[in-house]
């Protein structure tokens, strides 16, 4: 195997670098527009590379963890994408949460190019890729994902889902369920805090009773200390429930409960908690409850 290549270093994927730099027994590379990102796994044993090119041309395997839809297109098409840049018999894992059509637009001109491509949405946070314990949510052809199946080891757990676009289907309902989780458990736990319950005694409650949830005891703790440093941003939240109403449609499915959450996550967003993590969303139910009493 030569070189494996990480492209795009934010929160998930600087931290899958640092992992499989760790892990792995050959030269991981990284690539980011943002010189910061370079420079934070560069710091931590990841080759930092300042162009595109550098990063994936010879790699055997490349990691592409980015924001959005339209940006995976840039990155991957084109004459100076990735696909351009890899070498045939080289297998391209997609690891962002994006739409489905878009990931098997993907593999059809990476296949054109004798390029294997497999559909890898994850779930788990950074400390989870860091950890390489993240689950990694996989569609794609048998042969392929076996291909690679000892370097996906090294990121997390492989659940197989089907056919390219499945992994990115099955990413978007998950993190339907999970936006959905913590914005009931915002509104709950908010209401009884407002109504007089003490909120570490409410918390050692809830987070053994019937309505709890990963996503509770995973985020809510770091409410109680104050902490909403981006986990994963109330921005991402909101734009995974858009992704959600966009699958609805093309299957003429009405989703009104994700369409209510992706409001509500914009209403945090415009009312302070943008940039925060999605447990933010807390603070916004806290301070309609503090308003409330006011009019007491």
């Excluded at 030569?2 to 899958?16: C, K, N, R, T, Y």
């Excluded at 889902?161 to 009931?184: A, F, Q, R």
């Amino acid at each position: 195997m030569s070189h494996i290549a990480v492209v795009g270093l934010g929160l998930m994927g600087g931290s899958a670098a640092i992992r499989l730099s760790e892990a792995a027994d050959v030269e991981v590379r990284g690539f980011d527009l943002d010189p910061a990102a370079r420079a934070r796994v560069a710091a931590e044993g990841v080759t930092a590379t300042s162009t595109l090119e550098d990063a994936v041309r010879g790699a055997s395997v490349v990691f592409t963890s980015l924001p959005n839809s339209d940006i995976v297109r840039r990155v991957w098409l084109g004459t100076d994408g990735i696909i351009a840049f890899a070498d045939p018999g080289a297998v391209l894992v997609e690891l962002s949460t994006i739409d489905p059509d878009t990931m098997r637009a993907l593999g059809a001109a990476a296949s054109e190019r004798g390029i294997g491509v497999v559909d890898s949405p994850v779930s788990g946070g950074p400390g989870e890729a860091r950890a390489g314990t993240l689950t990694l949510l996989v569609g794609g052809d048998d042969e392929v994902v076996e291909s690679i199946a000892d370097t996906l080891a090294l990121v997390g757990t492989t659940r197989r889902t089907g056919d390219l676009g499945s992994g990115k289907i099955t990413k978007i309902v998950n993190n339907m369920m999970g936006m959905g989780n913590v914005l009931v458990a915002a509104e709950a736990f908010a209401l009884g805090v407002t109504a007089g319950v003490d909120p570490h005694v409410l918390y050692g409650i809830l987070s053994q009773s019937g309505g709890t949830s990963s996503h509770f005891t995973k985020r809510f703790p770091k409410a109680l200390a104050g902490d909403f440093e981006p986990g994963f941003s109330i921005e991402l939240g909101e734009k995974d429930l858009a992704l959600a109403q966009q699958l609805a449609r093309s299957r003429q499915m009405p989703v009104p409960t994700a369409s209510l959450a992706r409001d509500l996550y914009a209403m945090a967003r415009v009312e302070g908690q943008a940039g925060k993590d999605i447990v933010a969303i807390l603070r916004m139910y806290e301070q309609w409850g503090q308003n409330g009493s006011e009019l007491d």
